[in-house]
T-cell receptor, first 113, second 112 residues
Framework: NAGVTQTPKFQVLKTGQSMTLQCAQD?????MYWYRQDPGMGLRLIYY???????DKGEVPNGYNVSRLNKREFSLRLESAAPSQTSVYFC????????????FGSGTRLTVV | QQPVQSPQAVILREGEDAVINCSSS?????VHWYRQKHGEAPVFLMI?????EQKGHEKISASFNEKKQQSSLYLTASQLSYSGTYFC?????????????FGKGTTLSVSS
């Protein structure tokens, strides 16, 4: 099925550990995004990539890095996890045509203890 | 800066109507509306590209007043399946590209 695939779905980390969240889309979309969702806060943009080879910071980039590996894949890395990074992370992609919204992956629920 | 949504929560019985409002301090070029059910990802409902435009999705419609930097979502004759959190978003445009900025959401609960 066409869409956005995120892995893993669940993860528990200890403070200071590192990990990479993976995201891949098979819709030939140019733009990809990483959001985090915390209770009562809506979704906040961490990083985005307008096209292959470009990335830019969003509203809450501190503590994260990203890589746009190719047109399909956009990964999010936590170098040294902190409890404040406990959240649900969503990856999304968007095609070129106007009138189409973002397609979201099913999310990664991350807990940092 | 996030768009501001009101109300924060709405409780309805099946068949009742509701309006969710959204305003922004930034100039809006387009507004997206999304719905998220508990434990799931947000799902795109509609996009409004022009000022004053109204669009519809089933019995859900929306308006966009570009001059007032406001949008409203209208849910008519609500169904149980309408329950969830509704997000207003606008597209932020800069040299790097565009990205959606989400409001904090309005939680809608529909009961029978």
């Amino acid at each position: 099925n066409a869409g956005v695939t995120q892995t893993p779905k669940f993860q528990v980390l200890k403070t200071g550990q590192s990990m990479t969240l993976q995201c891949a889309q098979d819709m030939n979309h140019n733009s990809m995004y990483w959001y985090r969702q915390d209770p009562g806060m809506g979704l906040r943009l961490i990083y985005y990539s307008a096209s292959e080879g470009t990335t830019d910071k969003g509203e809450v980039p501190n503590g994260y890095n990203v890589s746009r590996l190719n047109k399909r894949e956009f990964s999010l890395r936590l170098e040294s996890a902190a409890p404040s990074q406990t959240s649900v992370y969503f990856c999304a992609s968007r095609g070129y045509l106007q009138g189409y919204g973002y397609t979201f992956g099913s999310g990664t629920r991350l807990t940092v203890v | 800066q996030q768009p501001v949504q009101s109300p924060q929560a709405v409780i309805l019985r099946e068949g009742e109507d509701a309006v969710i409002n959204c305003s922004s301090s930034k100039a809006l070029y387009s507004v997206h509306w999304y719905r998220q059910k508990h434990g799931e990802a947000p799902v795109f409902l509609m996009i409004l590209l022009k000022g004053g435009e109204q669009k519809g999705h089933e019995k859900i419609s929306a308006s966009f007043n570009e001059k007032k930097q406001q949008s409203s979502l209208y849910l008519t004759a609500s169904q149980l399946s309408y329950s969830g959190t509704y997000f207003c978003t606008y597209q932020e445009v800069n040299q790097a590209g565009t990205a959606l900025i989400f409001g904090k959401g309005t939680t809608l609960s529909v009961s029978s």
